[in-house]
């Protein structure tokens, strides 16, 4: 009994939607004509030779442009290869002390430090060296 009761319940909602269904040509006012539409004038594109490698890498973007001979880069001195340990303050002498890796310095002004750095200055703030190589000044700030 239930079943026929859903299947008489369906067949009615099925009469009323059937009802309201409405031709496309009402809906959009048959503003579409069949003879505007040649097939024959719509054009396929070609699609590219396949290569002969199907995983070969391809991209999208433009070529780069040639690039120029660069000029030789201009000689730098490394980073400042010290770490400021602190200061000693001997018979109005100052030495301070330096750490270079596992090596330790003491160093005054104007003292060279390996074959590389001299210490050319010390201020309240500022440590002054020289990368010898290239004659460069270099700073190393004191941590206050």
């Known amino acids: 009994m239930r079943i026929g009761f859903a299947v008489l319940i369906l067949a009615l909602l099925a009469g009323v939607v059937v009802g309201r269904e409405k031709p496309v040509e009402e809906i959009i006012g048959n503003k579409i004509q069949t003879e505007d539409f040649n097939l024959a004038q719509i054009g396929r594109r070609e699609s590219p030779?396949?290569?002969?490698?199907?995983?070969?890498?391809?991209?999208?973007?433009?070529?780069?442009?040639?690039?120029?001979?660069?000029?030789?880069?201009?000689?730098e001195a490394p980073l400042l290869p010290f770490r400021?340990?602190?200061?000693?303050?001997?018979?109005?002498?100052?030495?301070?002390?330096?750490?270079?890796?596992?090596?330790?310095?003491?160093?005054?002004?104007?003292?060279?430090?390996?074959?590389?750095?001299?210490?050319?200055?010390?201020?309240?703030?500022?440590?002054?060296?020289?990368?010898?190589?290239?004659?460069?000044?270099?700073t190393l700030d004191i941590p206050k």
């Open 49 to 75: 030779e396949p290569t002969s490698d199907p995983f070969a890498s391809r991209s999208f973007a433009a070529p780069a442009a040639p690039q120029r001979a660069a000029a030789p880069a201009k000689p």
């Open 84 to 138: 400021y340990i602190g200061k000693l303050v001997e018979d109005g002498r100052t030495q301070v002390l330096l750490l270079r890796g596992g090596e330790q310095y003491a160093a005054a002004p104007g003292d060279k430090l390996g074959s590389d750095y001299r210490l050319d200055k010390v201020t309240g703030s500022v440590l002054t060296f020289t990368y010898l190589p290239l004659k460069t000044k270099q």
